[in-house]
């Protein structure tokens, strides 16, 4: 049987790079893939997915054993995202070129993510369901996307949201009635 979440988090408490790796594997797909949702942008993912598990690690010692890890990881996410989005905000364009000069590759994550084939397929099959949820209101599309695509409860979205549960019920609820009317479901 798979050792639990905050079993694994007990260990990388403990400075086990083993366990972090485990649970890094075990979120690495669920974490990218809201993120993305989120900020829209791959390269802009890719990094933030990263300085969420860098986080992870270096913030290993103020998880609190009787809570679950899974708010607490998608809630570190979505602060990175959030504050991300602040940032952008006010940050200039930089030529890709000009960044890239005196660029030294630093240890990375691997990615995630599957192959560009892999993924060019399933967003073909999905692209209908991509472009109503893209339609929805960007808080809207966040609660579903972690109730239906992340398995999060309410109140594990409400936790890592910053916002009250109700708050939380009423944008999923927004959003079905949203993409039923989209897609022409009854």
Same mark, same amino acid.
């Given at each position: 049987?798979? %050792?639990?979440?905050?079993?694994?988090?007990? +260990?990388? #408490?403990? !400075?086990? #790079?083993? /366990? &972090?790796?485990?649970?890094?594997?075990?979120?690495?797909?669920?974490?990218?893939?809201?993120?993305?949702?989120?900020?829209?942008?791959?390269?802009?993912?890719? %990094?933030? &997915?990263?300085?969420?598990?860098?986080?992870? @690690?270096?913030?290993?010692? #103020?998880?609190?054993?009787?809570?679950?890890?899974?708010? @607490?990881?998608?809630?570190?996410? /979505?602060?990175?995202? #959030? %504050? !991300?989005?602040?940032?952008?905000?006010?940050?200039?364009?930089?030529?890709?070129?000009?960044?890239? $000069?005196? @660029?030294?590759?630093?240890?990375?994550?691997?990615?995630?993510?599957?192959?560009? /084939?892999?993924?060019?397929?399933?967003?073909?099959?999905?692209?209908?369901?991509?472009? /109503?949820? %893209?339609?929805?209101?960007?808080?809207?599309?966040?609660?579903?996307? +972690?109730?239906? &695509?992340?398995?999060?409860?309410?109140? $594990?979205?409400?936790?890592?949201?910053?916002?009250?549960?109700?708050?939380?019920?009423?944008?999923?609820?927004?959003?079905?009635?949203?993409?039923?009317?989209?897609?022409?479901?009854?």
């Amino acid at each position: 049987m798979p %050792d639990s979440d905050e079993t694994l988090m007990s +260990l990388v #408490r403990r !400075n086990d #790079r083993e /366990a &972090f790796a485990r649970l890094f594997n075990r979120y690495k797909t669920r974490i990218m893939t809201f993120i993305y949702n989120y900020v829209g942008n791959y390269e802009r993912a890719e %990094d933030l &997915f990263q300085e969420t598990f860098i986080r992870l @690690w270096r913030s290993r010692r #103020r998880y609190d054993g009787e809570r679950p890890l899974r708010p @607490w990881l998608y809630t570190i996410a /979505a602060n990175l995202c #959030r %504050d !991300n989005a602040r940032k952008m905000r006010y940050r200039r364009t930089v030529s890709i070129d000009a960044a890239r $000069e005196g @660029w030294a590759p630093s240890e990375k994550l691997p990615s995630p993510l599957p192959s560009p /084939a892999k993924i060019a397929e399933e967003k073909e099959s999905s692209l209908s369901l991509r472009a /109503a949820l %893209d339609s929805l209101p960007k808080e809207s599309r966040i609660a579903i996307t +972690l109730h239906q &695509f992340h398995g999060l409860k309410y109140r $594990e979205i409400a936790e890592t949201l910053g916002v009250p549960i109700g708050t939380v019920k009423s944008r999923i609820h927004s959003a079905v009635k949203q993409l039923r009317k989209i897609l022409s479901i009854n």
